[in-house]
C-alpha cells in the first residue's frame, strides 16, 4: 500500500522535496481518519515523498523492518488533530439549523451520535450539504497543516 510514485516529484537545488500531491496526502489523512483515533497511521517521509501506512486493525506496517529515519518522517494527522470531530459539526448545526442546536448537542452526548445525526440530516434533506461542509473543511485544515510543516504541495 506504500505509496511513491505519485506523492514525489523530485528535490530542488536546496535538497528538499519539490512537491507532494495534495490527493496523496489526502488519501492518506482519509486512511487515518477511517478508524478510532490511534488505531491507523501514516507517515510522509520528507526526503523522499513516500507515504508510509500502519494499522494494527488491518495487519498492515509499511515500517517495521525497515531503516527508517524518524527526523525525516512527519506523521499524517487524524481528522481530530485539526479540529474536524465534533466542533465541526456544531460548527454546520449553528450555520445551517440554529433551530435545532440544542437537538443536536443532546444527540452528541451518547454514543452512536454521528450516524443520529446524518440520520436527522438525511430527513431534513441536509446530507448532501454536510458532506460538502465537512470535504471543504477537511480540504482547508490539511492543506494548512501542510503550509505549516513546510511541505511544498502540487495539485
Not at 71 to 92: A, T, Y
Not at 123 to 146: I, N, P, T, V
Amino acid at each position: 500500500m506504500r505509496v511513491t510514485c505519485t506523492a514525489w516529484y523530485g528535490k530542488t537545488a536546496g535538497d528538499k522535496m519539490a512537491g507532494v500531491k495534495f490527493g496523496d496526502i489526502e488519501n492518506a489523512f482519509l486512511f487515518v481518519g477511517s478508524a478510532s483515533y490511534g488505531e491507523h497511521a501514516a507517515y510522509l517521509n520528507l526526503e523522499t515523498g513516500e507515504i508510509s501506512y500502519q494499522s494494527e486493525m488491518a495487519d498492515i506496517d509499511e515500517i517495521e523492518g525497515q531503516e527508517v529515519d524518524w527526523d525525516q518522517l512527519i506523521e499524517i494527522p487524524h481528522k481530530n488533530d485539526l479540529g474536524l470531530g465534533q466542533s465541526l459539526v456544531f460548527e454546520f448545526v449553528e450555520r445551517s439549523l440554529p433551530d435545532d442546536y440544542g437537538r443536536v448537542r443532546d444527540m452528541f452526548k451518547r454514543r452512536g451520535a454521528y450516524s443520529r445525526f446524518k440520520d436527522f440530516l438525511t430527513a431534513k434533506d441536509l446530507l448532501d450539504d454536510w458532506y460538502g461542509f465537512e470535504h471543504e473543511r477537511e480540504q482547508a485544515a490539511l492543506r494548512s497543516w501542510c503550509e505549516e510543516n513546510h511541505i511544498p504541495l502540487v495539485d
